[in-house]
């Protein structure tokens, strides 16, 4: 295969394994499968080694970087499932938002939006294919390095959880100048909410059309907001991005992709989102799998949800912890992971012994039946 032949679209190896594609749509399998939220992450030495002295954002805009970064988690642990190396901020970037990213202190925008009359800075119309084309080379190449090893997942941050860092300029604990908005300039939020719902459609689509094989959307910052915020300035968009890629993938005449909603924090919004056209539903360790369970009635399958920082336990205790998860879950329909993503300071030994006790336990379990 030539250089230029691994950035087109097509003629990808066969997948060899589809255990996860196969959960996620609430299929049986041979044991649970498993993935870690950013586990291609800092807790690798060979990451960081990869990263050392490299701006962030330029390691994103770099599709070798993104490919190398998404496969070294592969070669050291025997994943279900690999998620594209990026961020959810390149979208305000895309639409002209300044966003660094400043040693201990995270993601930084210099000029955050504070008034609705600062929503003229932003594109008005934003090209999708022009300005994330780097992420669209990152998924063709990753998809044809990856070998059919396993599926490969895209994903982006939900509106709301986009806004929040737009406005407040970085991470916050209150999310006070966002919910400011909600309550002060309930129009200008919809307008922003719905701009950016539009360009997540094509970016999701785009992910798609270069290879992706699933696609997860972030809504991180659900914890902030009560139910009646949640029903009035995110649902209504998580859902329409569903629908909208759904039929737009079908017009399109592209396979539909598994698709999973992580409102992290959102345990209070359960049966809504289990009814928002998501196959698969992420969870955070606060909510209890069996309860999960009951609450979204078989509807979609579940993702989660063990707490990250059990991994600081010793490796027996995992597996125990593990052990419980599965039971409480059950073994079809579901996607083992963490409840948010893997910490810097984790021992990588300690996340294999997680991959391994999701396999082994289940397919103990599996026989059980």
Partial sequence: MTQDSLYLPKDFPELKNDSFLRAACGEETQHVPVWCMRQAGRYLPEFRETRAAKD????????????ELTLQPLRRFPLDAAIIFSDILVVPQAMGMDVQMVPGKGPT????????????????????????????????????????????????????????????????????????????????????????TDIIVEYLLGQVEAGAQALQVFESHTGCLGPAEFKEFSLPYLRDIARRVKDKLKDSGLDNVPMIVFAKDGH???????????????????????????????????QGNMDPCALYAPK?????????????????????????????????????????????????LLKLK
């Fill in 109 to 196: 925008f210099p000029e955050p939006l504070k008034e609705p009359d600062d929503l003229q800075r932003l594109r008005a119309k934003v090209d999708v294919a022009t300005e994330l084309d780097y992420v669209f080379k990152a998924i063709t190449l990753t998809r044809h390095k990856i070998e059919g090893k396993v599926p490969l997942i895209g994903f982006t941050g939900a509106p709301w959880t986009l806004m929040t860092y737009m406005i407040e300029g970085g991470g916050s604990t209150t999310h006070s100048k966002a919910k400011r908005w909600l309550y002060l300039y309930p129009e200008a939020s919809h307008k922003l909410l719905k701009q950016l």
């Fill in 316 to 364: 027996e205790q995992i597996g125990e912890i593990v052990k419980r998860m599965l039971e409480g879950f059950g073994t079809r329909g579901y996607i083992a992971n963490l409840g948010h993503g893997l910490y810097p300071d984790m021992d990588p030994e300690h996340v294999g012994a997680f991959v391994e006790a999701v396999h082994t336990h289940s397919q103990r």
């Fill in 56 to 67: 962030f954002f330029e390691t994103c805009r770099s599709p070798e970087a993104c490919c």
């Fill in 268 to 302: 209070y919004a359960l049966e809504d989102l289990s009814e928002s056209h998501y196959e698969v539903m992420g969870l955070d360790w606060t909510i209890d799998p069996r309860s999960a369970r009951e609450r979204t009635g078989g509807k979609v399958s579940l």
